[in-house]
């Protein structure tokens, strides 16, 4: 039964992605050109009230629907891993036009060869794991 | 109410919906972040018998796959009940130029479809943008602990430095690729 509640949201997330054109290549494109307004007024918007809401949970030390208390554990401080991570994964980003929400919510939206872009990804997933001790962090 | 919904969404509308899933994620003690699936399903293929990277309890992350699966459904039901166009909405600007890079009728469908199709795949074009694409998104949130939703949503909305390095990386890497690579790659 629990888990139903994550799949509403997902059903949620997704249909919001999709109709807010946010899963489309085109809109990455547009962003990283700085051509429209679209994507930062959606992400701008999702933080700054993203915050509100976290400022909330915290001052009002606000409790999960199971009553445990809400942790949100701090990042680790760190530049080159946030730094070159985030490097090669904006330059996916500008390729594929998906990052891996909406990998998933192209598949329902019929575009099949996105299926090729997720075994891709999990495969260098895989890559990053035996890696990782050789990587600066 | 369909039709309503039915058209495509401003940004101030998909904004606030998105922090309200986080939010909603928050409060049913998990989590916003998509790309942790990719390390789950490595995980449950097995990957966690050669690499102690995916050697943890999966089954602790099952509802995160369940929204992922939700994503799924989500576009479906878009995909099915809710397109009156499937056109998308970009700027007149951007469709200039990308038909000038030789892609046909820029914004008709939600992906360029010359691109996005498993004949394309052979192309040089096609795998670049697909398989390299995907091999880079891949390694990249992993390496960054985290995609566009765990650091530019969740990790921005906790006010956290390390997030805000993540995002500069990702835009560097993105202005990178779309004023150097792409103007060669779409012309290939």
Redesign the interface.
């Known amino acids: 039964m ?2 139903f ?29 700085f ?17 509100i ?2 400022q909330i ?1 915290k001052r009002t030390r ?1 409790k ?3 009553g ?1 208390p ?1 942790t ?1 554990n ?6 080159p ?21 909406p ?12 299926v ?15 890696l ?1 001790k050789k ?1 600066p962090h | 109410m369909l039709e309503f919904i039915s058209q495509p969404w401003p940004w101030y509308v998909a904004g606030p919906m998105i922090a309200i899933v986080m939010f909603s994620l928050l409060l049913m003690g998990g989590g916003f972040g998509i790309s942790s699936n990719l390390r789950t399903m490595c995980a449950i293929l097995g990957a966690g018998k050669t690499c102690e990277f995916f050697d943890f309890n999966w089954r602790s992350q099952i509802w995160n796959l369940v929204f992922a699966l939700g994503l799924i459904i989500g576009g479906l039901i878009a995909h099915l009940y809710l397109v009156p166009s499937a056109e998308v909405q970009i700027s007149e600007a951007t469709m200039m130029e990308l038909s000038q890079y030789g892609i046909e009728s820029p914004g008709r469908s939600l992906v360029p479809e010359s691109m996005f199709s498993w004949d394309s795949l052979l192309t040089l074009r096609g795998f670049f943008m697909l398989v390299v694409g995907g091999f880079l998104v891949g390694f990249g949130t992993r390496y960054a602990g985290g995609c566009t939703s765990g650091h530019a949503i969740s990790g921005l909305s906790n006010l956290q430095l390390p997030s805000l390095i993540a995002v500069i990386g990702f835009f560097i890497g993105g202005l990178f690729v779309t004023y150097l690579v792409l103007p060669t790659l779409l012309t290939l």
């Open positions: 629990k888990l509640r994550y799949l509403f949201i997902g059903i949620i997330f997704g249909i919001t992605l999709a109709k807010a054109e946010i899963v489309s290549w085109y809109r990455i494109y547009e962003m990283f050109r051509q429209s307004f679209h994507m930062y007024g959606v992400i701008g918007s999702a933080v700054v009230i993203g915050i809401f976290v949970i606000m999960s629907i199971d445990e809400i949100i701090p990042k680790q401080f760190s530049v891993r946030y730094l070159l991570g985030g490097i090669i994964f904006g330059l996916g980003w500008a390729m594929t036009g998906a990052c891996p929400g990998m998933f919510i192209l598949v329902g939206n019929g575009v099949s060869v996105i090729v872009v997720i075994l891709s990804a999990l495969l260098d997933t895989y890559v990053y794991g035996l990782r990587l």
